[in-house]
């Protein structure tokens, strides 16, 4: 197993590399992802995934075509500019459906590039400067959300813990899929709160689910696990439930993809599982997202389009089949928690909690001037 870097993103002006996750931990290859084209086929196939790193890479690949371009010397003007990146971002927007980071990164980029060529004396150039910069830009403030994100968690998480009297100085954390670098443009949500507890030396022990059909835990948790020397246990999906009964579990922190107005969470598949054995066993589950994973137009969950993908995902391992031929198969990639079940939802803003039953998201939002 090759053990170089966690950077799932690897860019400078004009070339963007990305670390194809489908190899790791075996192999670190990088894939020079240079127009809107291959970025959307970095994202569709799993190459670059993760909420929050989909989003990075799909503006950066943008970011890069336009450098290429010759920062905007090809259009005829600013408006031809500002077409060509809402044209390129809403081709990039089809790539996956479930996770609204992208939706939310296309929006508020189209903002900066409509207002740079509404600017007066505005060229095709200063247009495409305009982009590039925002784009560059989401790099720092992912990190920076994450870190923060980190910090409230284990706040959060000690914080309830210990209310009501002593509890344990450290946490024992379940988590699933993969929510760390590698899905994130730096340190990660989930995982960036394992690792401001662990920091902190507030963690005693992280659990993972393997996060079947496409292995996010095993294949790319561990590897995290492994790179930073978290003491931390594998298990299989389907242990989840005996792992929290015998005790040894005192929270679980999940990734999201949509947070809709109700506080209702899509994270990948196996995490409504998660939720409904923290809540019969009365522990609490946070998710961590940024803001940017908050989707407000959405009234609740049950409006959240989630995404299937191909069944050989299920029916088979490295190319060889693991079912007969004839096997149906239904793969949903996500699924959706209410946040009846959710103790809070962790973002760099703040933790949003839950209250009788509900999360205002859209409160949050309007107080905070989102
Ligand atoms: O299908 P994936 O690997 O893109 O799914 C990823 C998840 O569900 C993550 O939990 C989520 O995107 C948050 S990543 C910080």
């Known amino acids: 197993m090759v053990m170089s870097t966690l950077q799932a993103i690897q860019y400078e002006r004009g070339s963007l590399r990305l670390l194809d996750q489908r190899k790791l931990p075996h192999e670190s290859t990088l894939i020079p992802v240079n127009d809107p084209e291959s970025g959307w086929h970095a994202v569709k196939d799993m190459a670059v995934r993760g909420a929050p790193a989909i989003a990075v890479s799909a503006a950066l690949c943008l970011a890069v075509d336009l450098t290429k371009r010759g920062s905007g010397e090809q259009f005829p003007g600013p408006r031809e500019a500002e077409a060509y990146v809402e044209d390129r971002l809403k081709y990039l927007v089809t790539s996956r459906p479930t996770a609204v980071n992208l939706q939310d990164a296309a929006s508020k980029l189209m903002a900066v590039t409509r207002k740079a060529a509404q600017a007066s004396g505005a060229t095709s150039s200063s247009v495409v400067s305009a982009y590039i910069d925002a784009a560059e830009g989401m790099i720092a403030t992912d990190i920076a959300s994450n870190k923060s994100i980190g910090k409230h968690g284990a706040d959060a998480i000690m914080g309830s813990l210990q209310a009501g009297g002593a509890g344990p100085s450290s946490a024992r954390i379940l988590t699933i899929c993969n929510t760390g670098s590698l899905a994130t443009a730096g340190y990660g949500t989930a995982l960036g709160v394992i690792r401001s507890l662990l920091a902190d030396n507030r963690l ?127 793969n949903p990639a996500f699924d959706v928690t209410p946040s009846s079940m959710i103790t809070g939802i962790i973002t760099e803003r703040g933790v949003i909690q839950q209250e009788h039953g509900r999360i205002n998201v859209h409160a949050f939002m309007v107080a905070e001037g989102l």
């Open 204 to 330: 005693e022990h992280a659990y993972f689910c393997e996060t079947r059909p496409f292995n996010q835990g095993s294949r790319l948790t561990a590897y995290e696990m492994a790179h930073d020397n978290i003491p931390s246990t594998l298990i299989c999906d389907s242990a989840a439930a005996a792992l929290v009964a015998s005790g040894r579990v005192d929270a679980v922190v999940v990734g999201a993809d949509r947070v809709t107005a109700n506080g209702d969470a899509a994270n990948k598949i196996g995490t409504l599982m998660l939720a409904t054995v923290a809540s019969h066993y009365r522990i609490p589950f946070f998710v961590a997202a940024p803001t940017t994973t908050l989707d407000p137009s959405l009234p609740d969950g049950g409006h959240i389009k989630i995404e299937e993908r191909p069944s050989e995902e299920v029916t088979h391992w490295c190319g060889q089949a693991i079912a007969p031929a004839s096997t149906q198969v239904w």
